[in-house]
Nanobody, 125 residues
């Protein structure tokens, strides 16, 4: 069974940077999608970025393009999210999730069957 664990959240001032990590284990296939979502209480969960190991393709929501970068360390089965120029509206609980959908990352969030516990990011103005 796939297990995911995020770390790296914290509190920063606007304009600051953080790097989140998501360590995965239990994968039974080499090709899968791993993604970063974020959620603010009372709002829908939003996909921030995703990464497909089969092609090393990454995609980002428009609001973070140019500021966030996701990359994958295959040897460590760890997905990273480097967040620069953070804004107060980036404050949320960030989750990583994985899906065995093939090929590429699924559009439907329900296709992500494995989730981490989340890590809190707070950006103050």
């Amino acid at each position: 069974r796939v297990q995911l664990s995020e770390s790296g959240g914290g509190s920063v001032q606007a304009g600051g940077s953080l790097t989140l990590s998501c360590v995965g284990s239990g994968y039974t296939r080499k090709e899968y999608c791993t993604a970063w979502f974020r959620q603010v209480s009372g709002k829908e969960r939003e996909r921030v970025a995703d990464f497909y190991t089969g092609t090393s393709d990454a995609h980002y929501v428009d609001s973070v393009k140019g500021r966030f970068t996701t990359f994958y360390d295959d040897a460590k089965t760890t997905l990273y999210l480097t967040m620069n120029d953070l804004k107060p509206e980036d404050s949320a609980t960030y989750y990583c999730a994985s899906s065995y959908s093939n090929p590429g990352c699924p559009d439907n969030v329900r296709a992500f069957g494995y989730w981490g516990q989340g890590t809190q990011v707070t950006v103050s103005s």
